[in-house]
């Protein structure tokens, strides 16, 4: 069905017209849109919708930037986007990955399943076999594959997170792509991440109708072991790659302390961590928070990745 222009009517009883201002609008916000993806600085090589898996009739891509010149290896950081685990897309953290190319890195921003339809742990199980297809096709793309990290906002934070504090547990390694492959990573930056999910409830107002989607169960007694083992808090160990954690302490979605938890768990496990707050932060950041958020990351992964050169 054609909706007609909206009209109104003048003081002198004309009608006015909206339907060409309207049109201008769009055109004009088409056209941005369509100038900020292509203006590509010539420093970076931009490489998207890279397939590299297909699973449960899927087909996952990633989208790929790297320094333009230079031979490498580069350090590399993939970039998981956030969404409540059931919305979001890759593209989402393009403009990072292009930042993150112009000060030395490779960067990929990643497909991963969704629930409702996919349930836990397929967002995982996929983060991981990223990991591991970024690693097997290192040469092709001047990946360093002993320099690798993750870093991502809300359930992306959480899922960069998790793979810190899964290293070495096979369980969530999946059963797709690359499985010669390791899925470790070296490092990893989570923003506004829920450590704990059984403290999401009472504080995420979406939290039931979110973990029926995600778990396909709300939090019991009988469901709360299912709460806990996807909850990176629980899975901490001395084997946990060193963790940044960014985390605006106006969060009224996941709150700030779910950040300070984790930071303490990894401190008596003497993981290298480092909590940062964005003071009057909201759980999506923006403007001057975003930047403050951006430049921890920056540094922290400088200083990670410069360390392990050095060894």
Same mark, same amino acid.
């Given at each position: 069905?054609?909706?007609?222009?909206?009209?109104?009517?003048?003081?002198?009883?004309?009608?006015?017209?909206?339907?060409?201002?309207?049109?201008?609008?769009?055109?004009?916000?088409?056209?941005?849109?369509?100038?900020?993806?292509?203006?590509?600085?010539?420093?970076?090589?931009?490489?998207?919708?890279?397939?590299? &898996?297909?699973?449960?009739?899927?087909?996952?891509?990633?989208?790929?930037?790297?320094? &333009?010149?230079?031979?490498?290896?580069?350090?590399?950081?993939?970039?998981?986007?956030?969404?409540?685990?059931s919305g979001g897309r890759r593209q989402d953290c393009d403009d990072l990955c292009r930042?993150?190319?112009?000060?030395?890195?490779?960067?990929?921003?990643?497909?991963?399943?969704?629930?409702?339809?996919?349930?836990?742990?397929?967002?995982?199980?996929?983060?991981?076999?990223?990991?591991?297809?970024?690693?097997?096709? &290192?040469?092709?793309?001047?990946?360093?594959?002993?320099?690798?990290?993750?870093?991502? !906002? !809300?359930?992306?934070?959480?899922?960069?997170?998790?793979?810190?504090?899964?290293?070495?547990?096979?369980?969530?390694?999946?059963?797709?792509?690359?499985?010669?492959?390791?899925?470790?990573?070296?490092?990893?930056?989570?923003?506004?991440?829920?450590?704990?999910?059984?403290?999401?409830?009472?504080?995420?107002?979406?939290?039931?109708?979110?973990?029926?989607?995600?778990?396909?169960?709300?939090?019991?007694?009988?469901?709360?072991?299912?709460?806990?083992?996807?909850?990176?808090?629980?899975?901490?160990?001395?084997?946990?790659?060193?963790?940044?954690?960014?985390?605006?302490?106006?969060?009224?979605?996941?709150?700030?302390?779910?950040?300070?938890?984790?930071?303490?768990?990894?401190?008596?496990?003497?993981?290298?961590?480092?909590?940062?707050?964005?003071?009057?932060?909201?759980?999506?950041?923006?403007?001057?928070?975003?930047?403050?958020?951006?430049?921890?990351?920056?540094?922290?992964?400088?200083?990670?990745?410069?360390?392990?050169?050095?060894?």
């Amino acid at each position: 069905m054609i909706t007609r222009p909206r009209q109104r009517q003048s003081d002198r009883g004309h009608i006015v017209i909206t339907w060409t201002s309207a049109i201008c609008v769009i055109m004009t916000s088409m056209m941005t849109a369509i100038a900020a993806d292509t203006a590509i600085d010539p420093a970076i090589q931009w490489l998207p919708d890279i397939a590299f &898996a297909e699973v449960a009739g899927e087909t996952l891509e990633l989208n790929l930037a790297r320094p &333009a010149t230079g031979s490498g290896p580069f350090p590399t950081v993939m970039c998981i986007h956030g969404g409540g685990f059931s919305g979001g897309r890759r593209q989402d953290c393009d403009d990072l990955c292009r930042k993150f190319a112009l000060r030395g890195y490779v960067a990929a921003t990643i497909d991963y399943r969704l629930s409702p339809k996919h349930r836990w742990p397929a967002h995982i199980h996929d983060c991981k076999a990223a990991i591991r297809w970024l690693r097997a096709n &290192a040469v092709k793309y001047a990946i360093d594959i002993d320099r690798i990290a993750s870093t991502g !906002s !809300s359930a992306g934070g959480h899922l960069s997170q998790f793979l810190a504090v899964t290293n070495d547990v096979r369980e969530f390694d999946g059963d797709h792509t690359c499985l010669d492959q390791s899925s470790r990573v070296n490092c990893v930056a989570a923003w506004a991440q829920a450590s704990d999910f059984t403290r999401e409830y009472g504080v995420w107002k979406e939290a039931p109708e979110a973990f029926r989607g995600f778990l396909g169960v709300e939090l019991t007694a009988q469901t709360r072991r299912l709460h806990v083992r996807a909850s990176p808090l629980f899975w901490v160990t001395p084997n946990a790659a060193p963790t940044l954690l960014v985390h605006g302490t106006a969060d009224q979605d996941v709150l700030f302390v779910q950040s300070v938890w984790i930071h303490e768990r990894l401190l008596s496990a003497e993981v290298e961590t480092r909590l940062v707050p964005i003071e009057g932060g909201g759980h999506g950041l923006t403007g001057d928070h975003l930047q403050q958020a951006e430049q921890a990351t920056f540094d922290f992964f400088d200083q990670q990745f410069r360390k392990a050169k050095k060894n």
